[in-house]
């Protein structure tokens, strides 16, 4: 027997110094800081978070990554330009924070990851929906969302 895995929790990131590291992404990201100190800072996306852990002895990423998704992958694109943050070649909208952490962007209505609505409400963003390929991918598994037939009475 094995455990199911669900999701991810959580990411933590190292990074060289956290007050940094929070302006660094709160330039581009709404989120909600629940928690710091000199040594860690822990950022809310509703109800995963990423976990910042100072380190002076950082060393870049090769291929590692993390991705987030957003709901305008074109704004923090932009944003990021305006930032002066170098972005990474390729198919992906990819760049390395100021630690050198890489970071690969992604628009939540492309892909199968799924918010609970009710989260989404809370995060006031139960406007966004899922594209036809990200619902057909989510069939495929047998994981997309079932339509209530039964009327309430």
């Known amino acids: 027997m094995k455990a199911y895995a669900i999701g991810i929790n959580h990411v933590a990131l190292e990074v060289g110094n956290i007050e940094e590291a929070l302006k660094f992404y709160g330039d581009f990201l709404n989120f909600e800081v629940h928690e710091k100190n000199e040594m860690q800072a822990f950022i809310y996306f509703g109800d995963q978070f990423i976990n910042f852990i100072k380190n002076d002895n950082r060393q870049p990423d090769q291929k590692r990554h993390f991705g987030i998704a957003v709901d305008n992958k074109e704004l923090a694109k932009q944003t990021l330009e305006h930032m002066g943050v170098k972005l990474l070649g390729g198919p992906f909208l990819d760049f390395l924070d100021p630690w050198g952490n890489r970071v690969e962007i ?17 995060m006031e963003l139960g406007h966004l929906r899922k594209t036809e390929q990200a619902l057909a991918e989510l069939n495929a598994k047998g994981l997309g969302p079932q339509k209530n037939n039964v009327e309430n009475s």
């Open 106 to 122: 992604t628009t939540y209505s492309n892909i199968q990851y799924t918010k609970a609505d009710h989260v989404l409400q809370g």
